[in-house]
C-alpha cells in the first residue's frame, strides 16, 4: 500500500512541499506486510527554496555549503527514494526479529560488527 502527501513537519526539509497545499509534501511510503519499506518523494531543487527551508527547519547554510552549490547553479527537478532491504527480506522470510536476517546486526551490547 502507497501512502502519499505526508504533513510536512514530518518530513526532511528537503522534501518538496505540495503546492496545493504547503502543508504536506510530496512524499511516499510503501508499506508492505505492514512495514514501512521504502520511503521517498520529490526533493527541492532551487537554490532559493533551500535556503528557505532550511530557515523554517531552524537550520544553517554552514556544513552544507559543498551539498546547496550544485542548487545554486541549477538542478533539474527530481526525487528519490531509499528501501529498506532487511525490513523486505525480514518480512519475505517471515522472522520474527529483522536482527535475524541483518548482516551486522546491532543493539546495545553490540556497536561493531
Request: net charge positive.
Amino acid at each position: 500500500m502507497f501512502v502519499e502527501g505526508y504533513p510536512a513537519l514530518k518530513r526532511p526539509f528537503y522534501t518538496h512541499p505540495d503546492p496545493e497545499n504547503l502543508q504536506y509534501t510530496r512524499s511516499f511510503d510503501l508499506i508492505f506486510r505492514g512495514q514501512e519499506l521504502i520511503t521517498g518523494g520529490q526533493r527541492l531543487y532551487h537554490f532559493a527554496d533551500y535556503v528557505e527551508a532550511l530557515k523554517r527547519h531552524g537550520l544553517s547554510e554552514r556544513g552544507l555549503s559543498g551539498y546547496l552549490a550544485a542548487f545554486r547553479y541549477g538542478m533539474p527537478p527530481h526525487g528519490g527514494f531509499a528501501i529498506g532491504l532487511e525490513r523486505f527480506v525480514a518480512r519475505l522470510t517471515g522472522v520474527s526479529n529483522i536482527r535475524d536476517v541483518t548482516l551486522f546486526p546491532r543493539d546495545m551490547k553490540r556497536l561493531q560488527p
